[in-house]
């Protein structure tokens, strides 16, 4: 699950809004990617609409949230640069077994 924002952050009420946004995402186990994009892996479409559920009721009134979900197959193929340095492949997250 990949969450991109674009929030207003003029007002120190707005900056308030998008900090609480950014915290939600942390507090559910997102990872920063970059300021304003985060990730999770999700177990399955059942968790990724639940997170969207969260997202969705916790979005502040103005600002742009984009939501994407993709396949492990397809967030393995991600290619990251990191200053000059090309890092092929991303290690898909660890499943938690339980039994």
């Known amino acids: 699950m990949l969450v991109m924002f674009d929030l207003p952050v003029i ?3 707005e900056r308030h809004k998008a900090t609480k946004f950014r915290n939600l995402l942390l507090d559910n186990g997102f990872e920063m990617a970059q300021y304003s994009v985060y990730l999770k892996s999700c177990s399955g479409k ?7 559920r969260r997202i969705e009721k916790n979005q502040p009134r103005t600002g742009s949230i984009y939501v994407m ?6 967030y393995e193929n991600c290619i990251r ?13 660890d499943q938690l077994t339980l039994f």
Not at 46 to 52: A, D, G, I, R
Not at 69 to 74: A, R, V
Not at 81 to 93: R, V
């Open 81 to 93: 640069f990191k200053g000059e340095i090309k890092e092929l492949k991303q290690k898909n997250p």
């Open 11 to 13: 007002t120190k009420k």
């Open 46 to 52: 059942e968790q990724f609409q639940s997170y969207l």
């Open 69 to 74: 979900g993709f396949t492990d197959k397809q």
